[in-house]
């Protein structure tokens, strides 16, 4: 199985910073890769997929870039509404994967 | 609207089994490939299994072969997970999830609400 190691675990950042987190997978797996945001008690929702795509309807503050092994996140301004955890998963095998998920809370 | 909903979930005993279901709405499942996904309490999201258009193709993970079965109904537009031998560690919300075309190698744009499956004695 593809493995997906998501760092770090925690952010704390203040509103209006920038920030990004990683995503690093076990294996080759070219720009497979989706980002998800979920808040307590909610399903995931799509960010990003292929890796730097942009889902319909998502903030244009959420960007993503990678390809390969290694994978980013950025938020380019912090929101209040940007509290949640966001995972990432690969989608190179069909045996799919998540990443462990970066936690994000306001400082 | 589009949307999945989730039920069957519940409090069940060690050995125990269940059945979940997902019933689609506002589109129909016969082009998409499905998956179920589970999140135990306070942990991460956990791929389980997916499902091909025709139910031709079957996928688990590892710790769920051979006790979970996947299967659809195109005609009732639903996704069904079978579970059973559970065990503490199957204690998780579990999520079905649309996949982007007929491919099981997909990100999931569309997702249930969940169902809770607790397994305690």
């Known amino acids: 199985d593809i493995q997906m190691t998501q760092f770090p675990s925690t952010l704390s950042a203040s509103v209006g910073d920038r920030v990004t987190f990683t995503c690093r997978a076990s294996q080759f797996i070219s720009t497979w890769l989706a980002w998800y945001q979920q808040k307590p008690g909610k399903a995931p929702k799509l960010l990003i997929y292929?890796?730097?795509s942009l889902e319909s309807g998502v903030p244009s503050r959420f960007s993503g870039s990678g390809t390969g092994t290694e994978f980013t996140l950025t938020i380019s301004s912090l929101q209040p509404d940007d509290i949640a955890t966001y995972y990432c998963q690969q989608y190179d095998s069909f045996l799919l994967t998540f990443g462990g998920g970066t936690k994000v809370e306001i400082k | 609207e589009v949307r999945l909903v989730e039920s069957g979930g519940g409090l069940v005993r060690p050995g125990g089994s269940l059945r979940l279901s997902c019933a689609a709405s506002?589109?129909?499942?016969?082009?998409?490939?499905m998956s179920w996904f589970r999140q135990a309490p306070g942990k991460g999201l956990e791929w389980v299994s997916s499902?091909?258009?025709?139910?031709?193709?079957?996928y688990y993970t590892d710790s769920v072969k051979g006790r979970f079965t996947i299967s659809r109904d195109n005609a009732k537009n639903s996704l069904y997970l079978h579970l059973n031998s559970l065990r503490a560690e199957d204690t998780a919300v579990f999520y079905c999830a649309r996949g982007s075309g007929g491919g099981t190698t997909t990100c999931f744009r569309l997702w249930g609400q969940g169902t809770s499956v607790t397994v305690s004695s």
């Open positions: 499902i091909t258009t025709g139910s031709s193709y079957t």
């Open positions: 506002g589109f129909n499942i016969n082009t998409y490939s």
């Open positions: 292929k890796a730097s």
